[in-house]
């Protein structure tokens, strides 16, 4: 069992930044694929970013790449989402989840364990 807490969510004028964090508690952090997906009001939720458990691999919605970096740090079980030039349509509710693959998916089903989100509001 995993459990996940997200923090850093927050307002912010479009242009700004902010850096999300979750810290992750339970079984072997650093074994996990870690993942944010964030939910928009009546939307579906979606893929933004994912890196692997030695943070070799990451992987980029398209709609961020560029101004999001994931990272993670093993010894204190945390990931990190740092997200610069932010816009309106980035507001949303942003979610960390851990996933027992060894592979980055992007797909939310495939996630095993779910934080219980951090909101993050964008103003034009």
């Known amino acids: 069992q995993v459990q996940l807490v997200e923090s850093g969510g927050g307002t912010v004028q479009a242009g700004g930044s902010l850096r999300l964090s979750c810290a992750a508690s339970?079984?072997?952090?650093?074994?996990?694929?870690m993942g944010w997906f964030r939910q928009a009001p009546g939307k579906e939720r979606e893929f933004v970013a994912a890196i692997s458990w030695r943070s070799s691999s990451t992987y980029y919605a398209d709609s961020v790449k560029g101004r999001f970096t994931i990272s993670r740090d093993n010894a204190k079980n945390t990931v990190y989402l740092q997200m610069n030039s932010l816009k309106p349509e980035d507001t949303a509710v942003y979610y960390c989840?851990?996933?027992?693959?060894?592979?980055?998916?992007?797909?939310?089903?495939?996630?095993?364990?779910w934080g219980q989100g951090t909101q993050v509001t964008v103003s034009s």
């Open positions: 339970g079984r072997i952090f650093s074994s996990y694929v």
């Open positions: 989840a851990a996933d027992q693959s060894y592979t980055i998916r992007t797909t939310a089903t495939a996630y095993d364990y």
